[in-house]
C-alpha cells in the first residue's frame, strides 16, 4: 500500500475545557486525491487546517504528512518538514507585500528540498504556467485574481505532498473564482499532491467527488 499524503488518527483539540472543537477519528488521503470539507463559519475548518500544518497542536492524537508525524519534531525540523511536504493556500493570500510574485514564489523554495541551482527555473515555469507574466511586479500591483494565482504557485513551488486551501475562493468573484479553482485542482493533479480545501462555498460542491462535513467527523465529549 502507497503511503498516504494524509492520515489523520484520533484527533482531538480544543481551546479550554469544555467540548472538542476537533474530534477525528480517522481522516486520510491518498496522494493525488482531493477532498471538500465543508462546515460553517467558526466550525473549526481553519482550526483544523493549522494542526495539520503543526501551527497547533492537539491534546490527542497523530497527524502524518507523507508518512511523516508532523508533531514528532519541532522548531526548524518542523519548519523543514513543513516547506518540503506542505502547501498552503489562504483566504487573504498572505503573500509577502513589497516583494514581486517571483520572489514569493522563491521565499518558498528556500525551505524545500530542491537544489537551489533549479529555483529560478523552479519559479518561472510555475508562474508561465499561471499565466503570471509580470513576474517583477511587486504582489500588490496585481490584480486580486493573480495574487491569489502566486499564492497557487506557491503552495505547489516545493512540489508537496498535500496542499492545504482555506476559503480559497472567499475574496474571489466568481470568475477569478473558478479560474484559480482550475488551476489549483489541475496543478495538484499534475504534481499527484493531494487537495483538502476547506469552505461554506456551496459553488465548490461539485468540483469534489470526495465531500463530507466536519461536523460528521464528531463524537460526543466526554462528561
Excluded at 23 to 39: K, N, R, V, Y
Excluded at 156 to 181: F, I, K, Q
Aim: charged fraction near 20%; charge should be neutral.
Amino acid at each position: 500500500m502507497n503511503t498516504p499524503a494524509l492520515h489523520i488518527q484520533g484527533l482531538r483539540f480544543r481551546y479550554s475545557p469544555g467540548e472538542w472543537i476537533i474530534d477525528i477519528p480517522e481522516l486520510m488521503l491518498a496522494s493525488g486525491e482531493q477532498m471538500l470539507l465543508t462546515g460553517a463559519s467558526g466550525s473549526g475548518k481553519s482550526t483544523l487546517l493549522q494542526l495539520i500544518a503543526g501551527l497547533l497542536e492537539p491534546q490527542e492524537g497523530t497527524i502524518r504528512i507523507g508518512g511523516n508525524d508532523i508533531f514528532a519534531v519541532r522548531s526548524a525540523a518542523r519548519d523543514r518538514l513543513r516547506g518540503k511536504s506542505l502547501g498552503m493556500v489562504f483566504q487573504t493570500f498572505n503573500l509577502l507585500v513589497g516583494f514581486s510574485a517571483m520572489e514569493n514564489v522563491l521565499a518558498a523554495l528556500m525551505f524545500s528540498s530542491i537544489p537551489r541551482r533549479e529555483h529560478d527555473a523552479r519559479a518561472r515555469t510555475l508562474l508561465d504556467r499561471l499565466d503570471i507574466i509580470r513576474r517583477d511586479a511587486r504582489v500588490e500591483e496585481l490584480s486580486i485574481g493573480q495574487q491569489q494565482r502566486v499564492a497557487v504557485a506557491r503552495a505547489l513551488a516545493c512540489r508537496p505532498a498535500l496542499v492545504l486551501a482555506d476559503e480559497p475562493t472567499a475574496s474571489l468573484d466568481p470568475a477569478n473564482a473558478a479560474g484559480a479553482m482550475d488551476l489549483m485542482q489541475d496543478l495538484c493533479r499534475e504534481q499527484e499532491a493531494a487537495l483538502l480545501c476547506v469552505s461554506h462555498d456551496p459553488a465548490l460542491t461539485a468540483r469534489f467527488t470526495r465531500r463530507d462535513s466536519l461536523a460528521a467527523f464528531g463524537r460526543p465529549a466526554p462528561v
